[in-house]
T-cell receptor, first 118, second 115 residues
Protein backbone atom coordinates (compact mmCIF):
# COMPACT_ATOMS: atom_id res chain seq x y z
CA UNK A 1 0.00 0.00 0.00
CA UNK A 2 1.19 3.48 -0.76
CA UNK A 3 2.21 5.55 2.21
CA UNK A 4 1.34 8.82 0.47
CA UNK A 5 -1.41 9.27 -2.10
CA UNK A 6 -1.86 12.33 -4.24
CA UNK A 7 -4.91 11.78 -6.38
CA UNK A 8 -4.66 14.88 -8.56
CA UNK A 9 -2.09 14.48 -11.33
CA UNK A 10 -2.81 18.03 -12.50
CA UNK A 11 -4.59 21.09 -11.18
CA UNK A 12 -5.36 24.42 -12.78
CA UNK A 13 -6.08 27.67 -10.98
CA UNK A 14 -6.46 31.27 -12.02
CA UNK A 15 -4.04 33.81 -10.69
CA UNK A 16 -5.07 35.31 -7.32
CA UNK A 17 -7.41 32.42 -6.55
CA UNK A 18 -6.83 29.86 -3.80
CA UNK A 19 -6.13 26.22 -4.59
CA UNK A 20 -6.07 23.03 -2.52
CA UNK A 21 -3.77 20.14 -3.35
CA UNK A 22 -4.85 16.86 -1.84
CA UNK A 23 -2.71 14.43 0.11
CA UNK A 24 -3.69 11.37 2.12
CA UNK A 25 -1.31 9.21 4.09
CA UNK A 26 -1.18 5.79 5.64
CA UNK A 27 0.62 4.99 8.85
CA UNK A 28 0.02 3.20 12.12
CA UNK A 29 2.80 5.09 13.90
CA UNK A 30 1.35 7.69 16.29
CA UNK A 31 4.37 9.94 15.69
CA UNK A 32 4.92 11.21 12.19
CA UNK A 33 5.58 14.34 10.21
CA UNK A 34 4.11 15.61 6.98
CA UNK A 35 5.94 17.77 4.46
CA UNK A 36 5.20 19.57 1.25
CA UNK A 37 7.85 20.30 -1.37
CA UNK A 38 7.68 22.32 -4.56
CA UNK A 39 9.58 21.43 -7.72
CA UNK A 40 9.59 24.15 -10.39
CA UNK A 41 10.42 23.33 -13.98
CA UNK A 42 14.07 24.11 -13.22
CA UNK A 43 14.13 20.90 -11.18
CA UNK A 44 15.20 21.91 -7.68
CA UNK A 45 13.24 20.71 -4.66
CA UNK A 46 12.04 23.44 -2.32
CA UNK A 47 10.67 22.79 1.17
CA UNK A 48 7.38 24.58 1.82
CA UNK A 49 5.76 23.50 5.06
CA UNK A 50 5.82 20.93 7.86
CA UNK A 51 3.13 19.50 10.17
CA UNK A 52 3.82 17.21 13.09
CA UNK A 53 1.28 14.61 14.12
CA UNK A 54 0.98 16.10 17.59
CA UNK A 55 0.79 19.70 16.47
CA UNK A 56 -2.51 21.16 17.64
CA UNK A 57 -2.78 23.85 15.01
CA UNK A 58 -2.52 23.70 11.25
CA UNK A 59 0.86 24.84 9.99
CA UNK A 60 1.11 28.06 8.01
CA UNK A 61 3.99 29.62 6.09
CA UNK A 62 3.07 32.81 4.30
CA UNK A 63 0.60 31.95 1.53
CA UNK A 64 0.90 28.22 2.29
CA UNK A 65 -1.17 26.44 4.88
CA UNK A 66 -1.59 22.78 5.64
CA UNK A 67 -5.12 21.57 6.29
CA UNK A 68 -4.40 18.70 8.67
CA UNK A 69 -7.29 16.33 9.36
CA UNK A 70 -5.81 13.59 11.50
CA UNK A 71 -8.86 11.34 11.68
CA UNK A 72 -9.17 11.34 7.91
CA UNK A 73 -5.39 11.02 7.47
CA UNK A 74 -5.27 13.93 5.12
CA UNK A 75 -2.76 16.77 4.86
CA UNK A 76 -3.90 19.05 2.09
CA UNK A 77 -1.83 22.02 0.97
CA UNK A 78 -3.71 25.27 0.51
CA UNK A 79 -2.12 28.03 -1.51
CA UNK A 80 -3.87 31.34 -1.16
CA UNK A 81 -3.73 34.09 -3.77
CA UNK A 82 -1.98 31.98 -6.41
CA UNK A 83 0.79 33.55 -8.43
CA UNK A 84 2.19 32.59 -11.83
CA UNK A 85 5.38 31.55 -10.08
CA UNK A 86 3.45 28.91 -8.16
CA UNK A 87 3.23 26.80 -11.32
CA UNK A 88 5.23 23.71 -10.40
CA UNK A 89 5.04 20.10 -9.29
CA UNK A 90 4.08 19.70 -5.65
CA UNK A 91 5.01 16.69 -3.57
CA UNK A 92 3.56 15.56 -0.28
CA UNK A 93 5.84 13.49 1.94
CA UNK A 94 5.68 11.71 5.28
CA UNK A 95 8.23 10.65 7.84
CA UNK A 96 7.28 8.04 10.42
CA UNK A 97 8.67 8.35 13.92
CA UNK A 98 9.39 11.26 16.22
CA UNK A 99 10.82 14.44 14.76
CA UNK A 100 14.56 14.14 14.68
CA UNK A 101 14.40 10.39 14.52
CA UNK A 102 17.28 8.92 12.63
CA UNK A 103 15.27 5.85 11.78
CA UNK A 104 12.43 7.37 9.84
CA UNK A 105 12.41 7.34 6.08
CA UNK A 106 10.72 10.06 4.08
CA UNK A 107 8.05 8.70 1.73
CA UNK A 108 6.94 10.84 -1.20
CA UNK A 109 3.73 10.90 -3.17
CA UNK A 110 3.71 10.98 -6.95
CA UNK A 111 3.08 14.68 -7.12
CA UNK A 112 0.51 17.14 -8.45
CA UNK A 113 1.35 19.45 -11.34
CA UNK A 114 -0.13 22.86 -10.62
CA UNK A 115 -0.63 25.34 -13.43
CA UNK A 116 -1.53 28.94 -12.63
CA UNK A 117 -3.02 30.87 -15.51
CA UNK A 118 -3.42 34.67 -15.81
CA UNK B 1 26.60 29.00 -0.83
CA UNK B 2 25.99 26.43 1.87
CA UNK B 3 24.00 23.43 0.81
CA UNK B 4 24.18 20.11 -0.99
CA UNK B 5 26.46 19.78 -4.01
CA UNK B 6 25.96 16.98 -6.51
CA UNK B 7 28.21 16.10 -9.40
CA UNK B 8 27.93 15.50 -12.28
CA UNK B 9 24.73 17.23 -13.41
CA UNK B 10 24.49 15.10 -16.53
CA UNK B 11 25.97 11.74 -17.43
CA UNK B 12 25.50 9.25 -20.24
CA UNK B 13 26.61 5.68 -19.67
CA UNK B 14 26.60 2.49 -21.65
CA UNK B 15 25.00 -0.62 -20.23
CA UNK B 16 27.43 -2.37 -17.92
CA UNK B 17 29.57 0.64 -17.12
CA UNK B 18 30.03 1.77 -13.55
CA UNK B 19 30.11 5.26 -12.16
CA UNK B 20 29.86 7.27 -8.96
CA UNK B 21 27.55 10.18 -8.27
CA UNK B 22 29.17 12.51 -5.79
CA UNK B 23 27.31 14.30 -3.00
CA UNK B 24 28.73 16.70 -0.44
CA UNK B 25 27.06 18.89 2.16
CA UNK B 26 28.57 21.57 4.36
CA UNK B 27 25.78 21.95 6.92
CA UNK B 28 27.06 19.26 9.30
CA UNK B 29 23.89 17.26 8.71
CA UNK B 30 23.79 13.81 10.23
CA UNK B 31 21.27 12.39 7.79
CA UNK B 32 22.01 11.99 4.07
CA UNK B 33 20.06 10.16 1.41
CA UNK B 34 19.77 9.40 -2.27
CA UNK B 35 16.50 9.45 -4.21
CA UNK B 36 15.65 8.72 -7.78
CA UNK B 37 12.86 10.54 -9.58
CA UNK B 38 11.07 8.91 -12.48
CA UNK B 39 8.07 10.36 -14.35
CA UNK B 40 4.82 9.62 -12.56
CA UNK B 41 6.60 7.86 -9.68
CA UNK B 42 7.54 10.67 -7.34
CA UNK B 43 10.79 10.29 -5.45
CA UNK B 44 11.91 6.89 -4.26
CA UNK B 45 14.54 6.35 -1.62
CA UNK B 46 17.59 4.37 -2.71
CA UNK B 47 19.92 4.45 0.33
CA UNK B 48 20.36 6.62 3.35
CA UNK B 49 22.83 7.24 6.13
CA UNK B 50 22.39 8.52 9.66
CA UNK B 51 26.06 9.20 10.27
CA UNK B 52 29.58 8.35 9.23
CA UNK B 53 29.98 4.60 8.90
CA UNK B 54 26.22 3.92 9.02
CA UNK B 55 24.14 3.25 5.92
CA UNK B 56 20.88 1.48 5.19
CA UNK B 57 18.72 0.53 2.25
CA UNK B 58 15.66 2.39 1.08
CA UNK B 59 12.86 1.29 -1.23
CA UNK B 60 14.90 0.67 -4.40
CA UNK B 61 18.49 -0.24 -3.42
CA UNK B 62 19.27 -2.90 -6.02
CA UNK B 63 22.11 -1.99 -8.35
CA UNK B 64 23.41 0.78 -6.12
CA UNK B 65 26.06 0.97 -3.45
CA UNK B 66 26.85 3.67 -0.89
CA UNK B 67 29.37 4.38 1.81
CA UNK B 68 29.81 7.21 4.26
CA UNK B 69 33.32 7.70 5.50
CA UNK B 70 32.84 11.34 6.51
CA UNK B 71 29.93 13.47 7.68
CA UNK B 72 30.16 15.60 4.55
CA UNK B 73 30.25 13.05 1.73
CA UNK B 74 27.81 10.39 0.58
CA UNK B 75 28.66 8.99 -2.86
CA UNK B 76 26.30 6.73 -4.79
CA UNK B 77 27.87 4.01 -6.93
CA UNK B 78 26.23 2.30 -9.86
CA UNK B 79 27.94 -1.05 -10.08
CA UNK B 80 26.86 -2.14 -13.58
CA UNK B 81 24.55 0.38 -15.19
CA UNK B 82 21.28 -0.77 -16.74
CA UNK B 83 18.76 1.18 -18.86
CA UNK B 84 16.29 0.90 -15.95
CA UNK B 85 18.62 3.17 -13.98
CA UNK B 86 18.00 6.04 -16.37
CA UNK B 87 16.61 8.64 -14.00
CA UNK B 88 17.18 11.90 -12.19
CA UNK B 89 19.02 11.39 -8.94
CA UNK B 90 18.79 13.66 -5.94
CA UNK B 91 21.00 13.74 -2.91
CA UNK B 92 19.40 15.24 0.19
CA UNK B 93 20.48 15.86 3.75
CA UNK B 94 18.90 16.97 6.98
CA UNK B 95 19.69 17.67 10.56
CA UNK B 96 18.15 15.44 13.22
CA UNK B 97 17.92 18.24 15.78
CA UNK B 98 16.16 21.53 16.25
CA UNK B 99 13.46 23.21 14.22
CA UNK B 100 15.00 22.00 10.96
CA UNK B 101 15.00 18.36 11.98
CA UNK B 102 14.10 16.06 9.11
CA UNK B 103 13.58 18.92 6.67
CA UNK B 104 15.51 17.76 3.65
CA UNK B 105 17.83 20.06 1.75
CA UNK B 106 18.20 18.76 -1.78
CA UNK B 107 21.00 18.96 -4.26
CA UNK B 108 20.29 20.21 -7.78
CA UNK B 109 19.94 16.72 -9.19
CA UNK B 110 21.92 14.54 -11.57
CA UNK B 111 20.37 13.37 -14.82
CA UNK B 112 21.67 9.94 -15.79
CA UNK B 113 21.00 8.21 -19.09
CA UNK B 114 21.99 4.60 -19.62
CA UNK B 115 22.07 3.44 -23.24
Amino acid sequence: AQKITQTQPGMFVQEKEAVTLDCTYDTSDPSYGLFWYKQPSSGEMIFLIYQGSYDQQNATEGRYSLNFQKARKSANLVISASQLGDSAMYFCAMREGKRGSTLGRLYFGRGTQLTVWP
Amino acid sequence: NAGVTQTPKFQVLKTGQSMTLQCAQDMNHEYMSWYRQDPGMGLRLIHYSVGAGITDQGEVPNGYNVSRSTTEDFPLRLLSAAPSQTSVYFCASSSTRGSGANVLTFGAGSRLTVL
